[in-house]
């Protein structure tokens, strides 16, 4: 299945670095969303975009930026993490925005802060 | 806050067995409660999912309940096979536009 597609699959980065995760779906969905998946703990929502539109920010740290050109691409930028930072960042895609609108995932970037 | 618990973390059943998991969420408004896989690397992939006005949904091996009085639903997975084996997470919808997920159950299922 390639309908979320993520890039890069692993990313390593030092603390002061700058870095971008893409993500791109090919189903025709208006709403896409950022998760971050970390050991043992729930999948935590970061954000969400509804026909590009920012609609939910979930008090994330600033060192976290969004960005959706458009309803197809979404992209993570990403400056000056911390070690807690590491994790696997999935995207997911739905036809619109309501909560019961089914989620489509991506495979995920496994970012390692060093 | 809202918030959806998971049980049990782990589960360990016998190839033909059954598996039960269950969810409790506390937002009253929620109706929409979708299942996720996730094999080992890979993405969560939906796997079932049910609305408030149903009580059971069935897809051959995999069954979900509801019961929105006492909040809470689970995931059936009957004739368990080996490759049945992943984390499997529940989640809730809260708000207009939010889903809430479980911590997640890792199923292992032995020849």
């Known amino acids: 299945e390639t309908g979320v597609t993520q890039t890069p699959r692993h990313l390593v980065m030092g603390m002061t670095n700058k870095k971008s995760l893409k993500c791109e779906q090919h189903?025709?969905?208006?709403?896409m969303y950022w998760y971050k998946q970390s050991a043992k703990k729930p999948l935590e929502l970061m954000f969400v975009?509804?026909?590009?539109?920012?609609?939910e920010n979930n008090s994330v740290p600033s060192r976290f930026s969004p960005e959706c050109p458009n309803s197809s691409h979404l992209f993570l930028h990403l400056h000056t993490l911390q070690p807690e930072d590491s994790a696997l960042y999935l995207c997911?895609?739905?036809?619109?925005?309501?909560?019961?609108?089914?989620?489509?995932f991506g495979d995920g970037t496994r970012l390692s802060i060093l | 806050g809202e918030n959806v618990e998971q049980h049990p973390s782990t589960l360990s059943v016998q190839e033909g067995d059954s598996a039960v998991i269950k969810c409790t969420y506390s937002?009253?408004?929620?109706?929409?409660f979708p299942w996720y896989k996730q094999e080992l690397g890979k993405r969560p992939q939906l796997i079932i999912d049910?609305?408030?006005?149903?009580g059971e949904k069935k897809d051959q091996r995999i069954a979900v309940t509801l019961n929105k009085t006492a909040k809470h639903f689970s995931l059936h997975i009957t004739e368990t096979q080996p490759e049945d084996s992943a984390v499997y997470f529940c989640?809730?919808?809260?708000?207009?536009?939010?889903?809430?997920f479980g911590a997640g159950t890792r199923l292992a299922v032995h020849p």
């Open positions: 989640a809730a919808s809260i708000q207009y536009n939010k889903l809430i």
């Open positions: 997911a895609s739905s036809p619109g925005q309501g909560a019961d609108q089914p989620q489509h």
């Open positions: 189903l025709g969905h208006n709403a």
């Open positions: 975009y509804n026909f590009k539109e920012q609609t």
């Open positions: 049910i609305r408030s006005n149903v």
């Open positions: 937002d009253s408004a929620s109706n929409y």
